[in-house]
């Protein structure tokens, strides 16, 4: 079961990200910066994911898995580790996500960065419901929700909307 999975809302916008987000990456190979290459990797990755493609997100990402931790101070950890982690819960690999999960959030919350502990947390939480630790989910959509709000993201309605579809959920009366 997936539980509220993103849809990019414009196909074709989408496909053209992918494709310039490979042409980055390819660049950052080019040029041998390391940092670069994961970064693209990264974003490369959560675009495919979300395009329905996450095996050959998962293949990437997991091609850059021996550079990552050369980068354990930068952002773009935690980034990079959010992906995997979603790459891996789509693939069916849940258990294998959590640690990646964990990792993305304590490096977030290391690094001080609300914006993407928000986003890890919300993805951990839709990973949770699919696994069916909806207290565990309820949770970390309840930790998003705050960063959420505190920062006015727009992404709050997002994560309020996860909270309403978990409630309808242990109602017997949500979708999925």
Known sequence: MEFQRFT???????EAAIAEHRAMLA????????????????DLAGLLTTARREAEALALLEAQLGRIERFSASEVSGWFWNAYATALQYNGRRDDANPAFARALALSRAGGWRRLQAFVLQHWGRSLVEQGS???AQLKFEEALAIRQQLSDPRTATTEKALAGLAGLRAGTAGI
């Open 8 to 14: 990019a809302a414009d196909a074709v916008a989408h």
């Open 27 to 42: 660049s950052a190979l080019q040029a041998g910066n390391e940092l670069a290459q994961v970064d693209c990797t990264a």
């Open 134 to 136: 909806l207290d565990e």
